[in-house]
């Protein structure tokens, strides 16, 4: 039994990377994926291992839970966990990397830090903790005028290790070099020299996400988190910056694909989907594709009377001899439904033969696509549907396998072209 559809994640591209955030921090600043929510949604085991092997030299997650997923995978180096965790049951798997001195845990405010206290003292062990300052994010983390006290706490303690202090940027994207993101630097730069003589020579220093890192060094400090970077993305958000250029370097490592599974011949006049929202404007040929909302697909993409979409999806077509494959883009038409999906091949499908004249059941249909100047990128894709790229990932439905092979992922050799509908 095939499946339906298919994510392809190319792991020499999160090779690539990590070598292009080396390029950027320099050896004395340390990298640190976040791989939280099972890595986007792309399978965090073998995406953590890779990270792991290509350089990084911690990751982040949010939950234990989470954390024990990279135990129970085999993956090495510290772990990060962002969320406040207030107790760790000894038969966790996180219990097993806090015991061995790998697991990392965040202050997040004084009250916290008594349960920390209290978990280091009960399992006798030291647990190295991050101080999260919160400098503008009002999210998690200690605020500004608690933050010397927490720190001198952790000083004095001896189950304690200040092993970072941290912020996070609410608006990097935005406004990097005035605004918010200069108020929240200055407050924490003067919280780190306030505090410096607490600190211990190997605390860690880290403010900067993925749009601060390709900004300027200035956010680096001595490590940076980064989530969406090393899975290729970011660039289509920093309009300037000292690193701006080095965001063309990344290279998007997913590829979602499936495959037409009927093409039929409607008239003119006839209306496709639930709510008859989309009428054909001529005879057309609707090809029927079995992904649909349950999978992750956004159901703001199809195209409607009303509110017409641009193409955004690709259809893998062989063109003549020697040519190669080449995609061609159509648009989702009609409501998306929970596990298919119509598309407009009007277009594509000529009476005359061209070059697009085979498209039936079968034909690879590609929703994301790794190319930057494609309208089925993952951020194009997400713009159009009114959200982010990390939403868009997290959507998609587990039960949808994961291959982890460059091999797989379609490379078409012609210019790909749009095609109204």
């Given at each position: 039994?095939?499946?339906?559809?298919?994510?392809?994640?190319?792991?020499?591209s999160?090779?690539?990377?990590?070598?292009?955030?080396?390029?950027?921090v320099?050896?004395?600043c340390?990298?640190?994926?976040?791989?939280?929510?099972?890595g986007?949604?792309?399978?965090?085991?073998?995406?953590?291992?890779?990270?792991?092997?290509a350089?990084?030299?911690?990751?982040a997650?949010?939950?234990?839970?989470?954390?024990?997923?990279l135990?129970r995978?085999?993956?090495?180096?510290?772990?990060?966990?962002?969320m406040?965790?207030?107790?760790?049951?000894?038969?966790?798997?996180?219990y097993?990397?806090?015991?061995?001195g790998r697991?990392?845990?965040?202050v997040?405010?004084?009250?916290?830090?008594?349960?920390?206290?209290?978990?280091?003292?009960?399992?006798?062990?030291?647990?190295?903790?991050?101080?999260?300052?919160?400098?503008?994010?009002?999210?998690?983390?200690?605020?500004?005028?608690?933050?010397?006290?927490?720190?001198?706490?952790?000083?004095?303690?001896?189950?304690?290790?200040?092993?970072?202090?941290?912020?996070?940027?609410?608006?990097?994207?935005?406004?990097?070099?005035?605004?918010?993101?200069?108020?929240?630097l200055?407050?924490?730069?003067?919280?780190?020299?306030k505090?410096?003589?607490?600190?211990?020579?190997?605390?860690?220093i880290?403010?900067?996400?993925?749009?601060?890192?390709?900004?300027?060094?200035?956010?680096?400090?001595?490590?940076?988190?980064?989530?969406?970077?090393?899975?290729?993305y970011?660039?289509?958000?920093?309009?300037?910056?000292?690193?701006?250029r080095?965001?063309?370097?990344?290279?998007?490592?997913?590829?979602w694909?499936?495959?037409?599974?009927?093409?039929?011949?409607?008239k003119?006049?006839t209306s496709?989907?639930?709510g008859?929202?989309?009428?054909?404007?001529r005879?057309?040929?609707?090809?029927?594709?079995p992904v649909?909302?349950?999978?992750?697909?956004?159901?703001?993409?199809?195209?409607?009377?009303?509110?017409?979409?641009p193409?955004?999806?690709?259809?893998?077509?062989?063109?003549?001899p020697?040519k190669?494959?080449?995609?061609?883009?159509?648009?989702v038409?009609?409501?998306?439904?929970?596990?298919?999906?119509?598309?407009?091949?009007?277009?594509?499908?000529?009476?005359?033969?061209?070059?697009?004249?085979?498209?039936?059941?079968?034909?690879?249909?590609?929703l994301?696509?790794?190319?930057?100047a494609?309208p089925?990128?993952?951020?194009?894709?997400?713009?159009?549907?009114?959200?982010?790229?990390?939403?868009?990932?997290?959507?998609?439905?587990?039960?949808?396998?994961?291959?982890?092979?460059?091999?797989?992922?379609?490379?078409?050799?012609?210019?790909?072209?749009v095609?109204?509908?």
């Open positions: 039994m095939s499946d339906t559809s298919l994510i392809c994640i190319d792991l020499s999160v090779d690539h990377n990590m070598r292009v955030l080396r390029r950027i320099g050896p004395n340390a990298v640190c994926p976040i791989v939280k929510a099972d986007y949604g792309l399978g965090v085991a073998p995406i953590a291992r890779r990270l792991v092997a350089g990084a030299d911690m990751l997650v949010y939950t234990p839970q989470q954390a024990a997923e135990a995978a085999a993956v090495g180096g510290p772990i990060l966990i962002l406040p965790v207030r107790e760790i049951a000894r038969g966790d798997e996180a097993r990397l806090m015991i061995n697991l990392h845990l965040t997040h405010d004084n009250d916290h830090l008594d349960d920390l206290l209290h978990l280091a003292e009960y399992y006798a062990t030291l647990i190295p903790v991050h101080v999260d300052v919160d400098t503008g994010m009002s999210r998690g983390g200690c605020q500004p005028d608690e933050t010397p006290l927490v720190i001198k706490r952790i000083a004095e303690s001896r189950w304690l290790h200040l092993a970072g202090l941290s912020t996070h940027f609410a608006q990097a994207d935005a406004d990097a070099d005035a605004g918010l993101t200069k108020k929240q200055a407050m924490f730069d003067a919280l780190v020299q505090c410096a003589s607490l600190m211990p020579p190997d605390c860690l880290h403010a900067a996400n993925t749009f601060a890192t390709f900004t300027h060094r200035r956010f680096h400090k001595s490590m940076v988190r980064v989530g969406q970077a090393w899975a290729g970011g660039s289509q958000w920093i309009n300037a910056g000292q690193f701006r080095k965001t063309e370097e990344l290279r998007p490592i997913i590829t694909r499936s495959h037409l599974v009927q093409v039929k011949t409607i003119r006049g496709v989907g639930y008859s929202t989309w009428t054909a404007k005879r057309s040929r609707i090809g029927l594709v649909g909302y349950a999978d992750g697909y956004p159901t703001g993409l199809g195209s409607t009377d009303t509110n017409p979409k193409a955004c999806v690709g259809v893998v077509v062989d063109p003549p020697a190669g494959a080449a995609v061609r883009f159509v648009p038409v009609g409501q998306v439904n929970m596990d298919q999906l119509t598309i407009d091949l009007t277009d594509l499908i000529s009476s005359g033969g061209g070059d697009a004249a085979q498209v039936g059941p079968g034909t690879t249909v590609e994301i696509s790794p190319d930057p494609a089925n990128h993952l951020p194009a894709l997400a713009k159009a549907a009114g959200t982010i790229p990390h939403e868009l990932l997290c959507r998609l439905n587990p039960r949808i396998k994961r291959v982890y092979d460059a091999d797989l992922i379609p490379q078409p050799t012609a210019p790909a072209a095609l109204a509908g």
